[in-house]
């Protein structure tokens, strides 16, 4: 007996005998009765927002594989842009800015204080 529906009762439903053996092997392999395997299905739809009319298409698995794809051939795209188009026209930049570097000016605070040399001149006595 289905648990938390021991005390209700029975109800017929007009279902084609074809439609209720595929429906019988179904719920042998759900390993449920048939009341909760129907019930499991209209629960499915019901929080999903699918439609038995509509397709859900590829499973899973193929969407991933798929999406997969489309990310590695969209970061070899990103890694040829860096190598072929980034790279290079960096290291042109920075060598034409170290070219024309600006010299250092001094500031205004600064004092110039000059070397003073001192020479010795020997001197000979006589």
């Known amino acids: ?13 007009g279902i084609k005998v074809s439609v209720a053996k ?14 909760m395997t129907l019930l499991l299905m209209l629960d499915f739809f019901e929080e999903n927002g699918i439609s ?10 193929t969407l991933e594989s ?15 842009i860096e ?3 980034d790279k290079p026209t960096t290291a042109m930049l920075q060598s034409l800015f170290m070219e024309f570097e600006p010299k250092q000016q001094k500031l205004i605070l ?4 000059e070397e ?7 001197k000979r006595f006589k």
Do not use: W
């Not at 007996?1 to 439903?13: P, S």
């Open 83 to 85: 190598k072929n188009h």
């Open 52 to 61: 038995p009319n509509e397709k859900i298409g590829p499973n899973m698995q």
């Open 22 to 35: 595929r429906f019988r092997t179904f719920c042998k392999k759900m390993s449920k009765s048939q009341s």
């Open 66 to 80: 798929e999406i997969k794809k489309r990310i590695n051939a969209v970061i070899a795209i990103i890694k040829d």
């Open 1 to 13: 007996m289905d648990k938390g529906y021991e005390k209700e009762r029975f109800e017929m439903l």
């Open 116 to 122: 003073k040399k001192v020479q010795f001149v020997e």
């Open 110 to 113: 600064e004092k110039e204080i």
